[in-house]
């Protein structure tokens, strides 16, 4: 029988729980292929449709979060066969369809469209063994999953250029110094730290997370005068919320908000 190419949890014991993805090909050091990517694009839009779930949390192992796309099954394309395929472009970006958080938890290596892939997550909490990088210039290729983009936002022009250019990896202290981890922990924390930040979210307003999130996002995607317009709609939007009230209500009487998610 083969192994299933993803495992799925649900962590929790609220209204809403936290919905775990573990990268499940340890032979391979997670290397990501299609048909992974396909699994993992239809277990992300799921939860993301499941009013019981308030939060994903994508992880490996302790040795690879994934150590990249899969290069054994690469060696064999050609130019035709990945332009009319649309390779990457048809079933490895659906995680960005998902409106609900997703929290990245990387131990061990995360390369090439590894760390593409964290870095479509919401945020990276990293282990204390956690590497980076964007090795593919070793491959004879680039990064194909968004990394010459999502890097520099992430780390600025001088080390994406470090990185992509000459391969190497970058370990955790550096990663989250230079902005592409949110926070390191422990190794046997790991999967804690990331379970507690998905308790934490799915306390909140689901509504009010996705335009958060969306609004963050859009910092990265245009001026910063057309963000700030974007920001200030979604905000005043949320006025229109019963979290809102209930929120701001809990508050003021000093005491925990019950959030109906509307
Ligand atoms: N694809 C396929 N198989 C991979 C793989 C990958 N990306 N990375 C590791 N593996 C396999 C190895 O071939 C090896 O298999 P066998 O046991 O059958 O030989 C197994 O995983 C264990 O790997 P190593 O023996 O190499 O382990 P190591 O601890 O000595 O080295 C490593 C670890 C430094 C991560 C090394 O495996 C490595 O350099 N891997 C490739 C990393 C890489 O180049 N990633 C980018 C891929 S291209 C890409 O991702 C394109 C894109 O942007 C979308």
């Not at 083969?2 to 997670?30: C, F, S, V």
């Not at 046997?188 to 997370?209: N, Q, T, V, W």
């Not at 995607?221 to 009230?245: M, N, P, V, W, Y």
């Amino acid at each position: 029988m083969t192994e299933p190419l993803i495992l799925t949890e649900i962590h929790g014991d609220g209204a809403r729980r936290t919905a775990l993805i573990r990268i499940n090909r340890p032979k391979q050091l997670n290397a990501l292929n299609d048909a992974l990517m396909v699994e993992m694009g239809q277990a992300l839009i799921a939860f993301d449709r499941d009013d019981g779930i308030g939060c994903i949390v994508i992880t490996g192992n302790d040795k690879a979060f994934a150590a990249g796309a899969d290069i054994a099954a690469m060696a064999e394309y050609d130019y035709m066969h990945v332009h009319q395929t649309e390779y990457i472009t048809r079933n490895w970006e659906t995680i960005l369809q998902v409106r609900k958080p997703v929290i990245a938890a990387v131990a061990g290596f995360a390369l090439g469209g590894g760390c593409e892939l964290a870095m479509m997550c919401d945020f990276i909490i990293a282990a204390d063994n956690a590497r980076f990088g964007q090795p593919e210039i070793k491959l004879g290729v680039i990064p194909g999953a968004g990394g010459t983009q999502r890097l520099p936002r992430a780390v600025g022009k001088a080390k994406t250029m470090d990185l992509v250019l000459t391969g190497r990896m970058m370990d955790v202290q550096e990663a989250e110094r230079s902005g592409l981890v949110s926070r390191i922990v422990p190794l046997d924390k790991l999967l804690e730290e990331a379970l507690a930040a998905g308790a934490a979210i799915c306390g909140f307003s689901g509504p009010s997370l996705a335009l958060a999130k969306s609004c963050v996002n859009k910092a990265f995607e245009g001026s910063l005068h057309e963000g700030i317009d974007h920001e200030r709609r979604i905000f005043h939007s949320l006025f229109a919320t019963e979290d809102q009230k209930e929120g701001m209500a809990a508050f003021l009487a000093k005491r925990a908000p019950a959030f109906r998610q509307r």
